[in-house]
C-alpha cells in the first residue's frame, strides 16, 4: 500500500472522499510540515496535547508529536467536515482492567482512525472499520537482540536463519506488523506480542478474526503496516 503524502497542512478542512474498502493512509514527514504544525499547534491541540507535547526533552520527539497530532485533527476535520479544533475524541475502557485509558476513538464511532510516528514520519489510518497502523525506524542489531524474545516462537525461528545483513529489516516487518494488528484491535501491547504470529517474510500471514495485514511503502530506513478488520460478508 501505498500512502498519501501530506505536504502543507491546510488552515481549513480539505475536501477529502470517504474512506474506502479497507482504508486510507497518510504519510506525513516531519522535516516538511514542522513550522506550519507548530504555528497551527495552539489552535488545534486540547490542553491534554499540549500539555504532553510540553513533556517532550528532546525537541525531534516533540516535533513528531506535534506534526502526528495537528495532522490527525486535520485529516478528521476534513472526514467529518468540522474544523479541526472542533473534532472531539474519548478513550474507550482499558481492554485489560477497564480504566479510561484504551485507544483513542470518535463518540459516535463512525470512523475508525489509528497513528503512529517515529522521529521523522507519522502513519495516520482511516477506515469505517476498526484499523491499526505502525511505523518503524530499522533498528540496529543490538535492538533486535534485546527485543527478539518476545516475538512469537516461528518468527524468532525464521530471524535465527537470516543473514545479519537481513535481520533488521526481517525483524522490523514482524514488528510493525504485530503493532498494527494489535494496535487495530485496541490492546496494544498489553497482550504478549508472542502470543500471534505476523510472519516476517515479504507477504503478511494470516490472521483470525477477519483481520488483513498490509505493509506500506514508506521512506528507505523505515517499516510501516496497517491492520484492518475487514467486514464480516453474508454467504
Given at each position: 500500500?501505498v500512502p498519501t503524502p501530506?505536504?502543507v497542512?491546510?488552515a481549513?478542512p480539505?475536501?477529502v472522499?470517504?474512506?474506502?474498502?479497507?482504508?486510507?493512509?497518510?504519510?506525513v514527514?516531519?522535516?516538511v510540515?514542522?513550522g506550519?504544525?507548530?504555528?497551527e499547534?495552539?489552535a488545534?491541540?486540547?490542553?491534554?496535547e499540549?500539555?504532553?507535547?510540553a513533556?517532550?526533552r528532546?525537541v525531534?520527539?516533540?516535533d513528531g508529536?506535534?506534526c502526528a497530532?495537528v495532522?490527525?485533527?486535520?485529516?478528521?476535520?476534513a472526514y467529518?467536515?468540522?474544523?479541526?479544533?472542533e473534532v472531539?475524541?474519548?478513550r474507550d475502557p482499558?481492554?485489560h482492567?477497564g480504566g479510561?485509558h484504551?485507544?483513542?476513538?470518535l463518540p459516535?464511532?463512525?470512523?475508525h482512525?489509528?497513528?503512529?510516528?517515529?522521529a521523522d514520519?507519522?502513519?495516520l489510518a482511516?477506515?469505517t472499520?476498526?484499523?491499526g497502523?505502525?511505523?518503524e525506524?530499522?533498528?540496529?542489531?543490538?535492538?533486535?537482540?534485546?527485543?527478539a524474545?518476545?516475538?512469537?516462537?516461528?518468527?524468532?525461528a525464521?530471524l535465527?536463519?537470516?543473514?545479519?545483513a537481513?535481520?533488521?529489516?526481517a525483524?522490523t516487518?514482524v514488528?510493525?506488523r504485530?503493532e498494527?494488528?494489535?494496535?487495530?484491535r485496541?490492546?496494544?501491547?498489553a497482550?504478549?506480542?508472542a502470543?500471534?504470529y505476523?510472519?516476517?517474510?515479504?507477504?503478511?500471514a494470516?490472521l483470525?478474526g477477519?483481520w488483513?495485514l498490509?505493509d506500506?511503502?514508506v521512506p528507505?530506513?523505515h517499516w510501516g503496516a496497517?491492520?484492518?478488520?475487514?467486514?464480516?460478508?453474508?454467504?
Open positions: 500500500m501530506l505536504g497542512l491546510h481549513a480539505v475536501v472522499a470517504p474512506p474506502d474498502d479497507p482504508a486510507e493512509v497518510w504519510l514527514d516531519t522535516t510540515v514542522r506550519q504544525a507548530a504555528r499547534a495552539t488545534v491541540l486540547d490542553a491534554e499540549l500539555a504532553r507535547a513533556e517532550f528532546q525531534t520527539d516533540r508529536y506535534v497530532h495532522a490527525l485533527r486535520r485529516l478528521l476535520g467529518l467536515g468540522v474544523p479541526a479544533a472531539r475524541t474519548r482499558c481492554p482492567c479510561p484504551g485507544r483513542p476513538v459516535d464511532g463512525r470512523l482512525f489509528s497513528l503512529s510516528h517515529c514520519l507519522s502513519l482511516f477506515a472499520v476498526p484499523v497502523v505502525d511505523v525506524v530499522v533498528p540496529d542489531p543490538r535492538t533486535i537482540a534485546e527485543t524474545d518476545v516475538l512469537h516462537p516461528r518468527e524468532a525464521e535465527a536463519l537470516r543473514t545479519p537481513d535481520r533488521p529489516l525483524f516487518r514488528w510493525t504485530k498494527a494488528y494489535l494496535k487495530g485496541g490492546i496494544g501491547l497482550e504478549d506480542p502470543a500471534d505476523v510472519g516476517s517474510g515479504a507477504v503478511p494470516a483470525p477477519g488483513s498490509t506500506v511503502l528507505p530506513g496497517v491492520a484492518v478488520q475487514l467486514p464480516s460478508r453474508s454467504p
